[in-house]
């Protein structure tokens, strides 16, 4: 074990949604359930699930539905999700970042979850649709547009390969827009990689 401080490891910043946790398989289920439409999550080509033909109508009764108390404490957990956790808390801290959702119990849900499933304590998670305003050694998102402005803001500063983000690869960020420290994957072991390179290669080297 490292005998740096706490301080000094790693930091990795790690979306919910689409990464740890289904959130577009259950909001469609919702959704087709209110239009009649069999909609599954690779008909799901863009960022905004309800711009489907049918959907928009049910948009609004839909996240009705999705704040409902105890809906986020029970989503589904992404397969290989907890072990990629607990390897990556090995490797450096892990940071929940995570959108907020304008309810009087989504985000404590949230936190319920994590706490719950992830182990991870409430302190280490911030709800912020801004993730580039948060520093850190990498990334794992899957909204196209946060992993390019995080490594506008953090990407450049960094040696090598520190400052690194993952784009979570999901039918809805399919574009042939990139960025060059922009990694694409939806593999928990390049993810593992890719955390222990920032440690190796990029860590204490100077800016
Ligand atoms: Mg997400």
């Not at 999700?81 to 949230?110: H, N």
């Not at 960094?158 to 999901?170: I, N, Y």
Request: charged share 30%; proline share 5%; hydrophobic share 40%.
């Amino acid at each position: 074990m490292s005998t740096k401080s706490i301080s000094s490891r790693p930091r990795f910043l790690v979306d919910v949604d689409g990464v740890l946790a289904d959130f577009v398989g259950p909001a469609l289920d919702i959704a087709n359930r209110l239009a009649g439409t069999e909609y599954t999550e690779v008909d799901v080509k863009d960022w905004d699930l309800f711009g489907l033909p049918g959907l928009r109508e049910v948009e609004s009764r839909s996240w009705n539905r999705i704040k409902e108390p105890g809906w986020a404490r029970y989503m589904p957990i992404m397969p290989g999700a907890q072990d990629f956790i607990r390897e990556l808390s090995e490797i450096g801290d892990v940071r929940i970042l995570t959108a907020p959702v304008y309810s009087p119990t989504f985000c404590y849900d949230r936190w319920m979850w994590l706490e719950e499933n992830f182990g991870i304590p409430h302190k280490h998670v911030s709800f912020d649709k801004e993730k580039f305003a948060h520093d850190g050694d990498m990334l794992i998102d899957d909204r196209l547009d946060n992993v390019r402005d995080w490594l506008r803001a953090h990407g450049r500063r960094r040696a090598k390969s520190v400052g690194t983000a993952l784009l979570w690869d999901r039918p809805w960020n399919q574009t042939t827009e990139a960025h060059p420290k922009m990694v694409r994957t939806r593999d928990w072991n390049v993810a593992l990689h890719t955390a222990r390179d920032v440690w190796r290669v990029g860590w204490g080297t100077t800016d």
